[in-house]
């Protein structure tokens, strides 16, 4: 792959939460935009640390002793084996960086498992 | 690491060109910020896709054949094995994902060589 994405035209592409899209792909690692609002599950992800970056908005990161604010322009990485939820008050559109094995719930499974993202 | 890095902050942090600065590490890959301007040197990397994401400025990455311009907001990913060269008229502002073991100039070598990038 060696044409450029713009992620505005990605991020106008879809409009559901929580449904992390394939944007790029090198190294067994993805990159995925997500729109995300409310509150997800709670979750980890045994083998793979996770990467957001916010492209737009206030997304909270819950830990089970603390909560973690991230502000456009800000990354995180959640490690491996550390429970997490993410809270967006309001509509938050965030990039991804993980291993292709990541699935969005982790080991907490349940009705908002995305196993296979689409990719845009 | 779970404290959220701001881009703002590390970019603010550095001045030098072509000398990428590691600002967090997941799963065997780095996640560096560069800034650019000029021509760099014709390099490919064996083992190594490379990401460019343009958070300021525009790039001109030159293939052999054609050359693409990236935008802010625009991200390419290079293919290890292919001979790339970035150019940037003026300073641009990239971050970089890519595995640990890159070394910015490749199997290329030389005088503008960063083996072990400084971590902001």
Partial sequence: MTQPVRLADKLAAFS??????LIAELN???VKLAKLQG???????????????VLHGELVME???RSVTLREGELLVV???VEHRPV???????????PASTVNTGTAGGPRTVEDPERL
């Fill in 79 to 81: 490690p491996r084996g």
């Fill in 88 to 98: 967006a008050e309001r509509e938050v559109h965030v990039l991804l960086f993980e």
């Fill in 39 to 53: 509150e997800f599950v709670w979750h980890a992800h045994e083998q793979e640390d996770e990467l957001f970056l």
């Fill in 63 to 65: 830990y089970r002793d």
């Fill in 16 to 21: 559901e939460h929580w449904q992390p899209k």
């Fill in 28 to 30: 067994g690692q993805h």
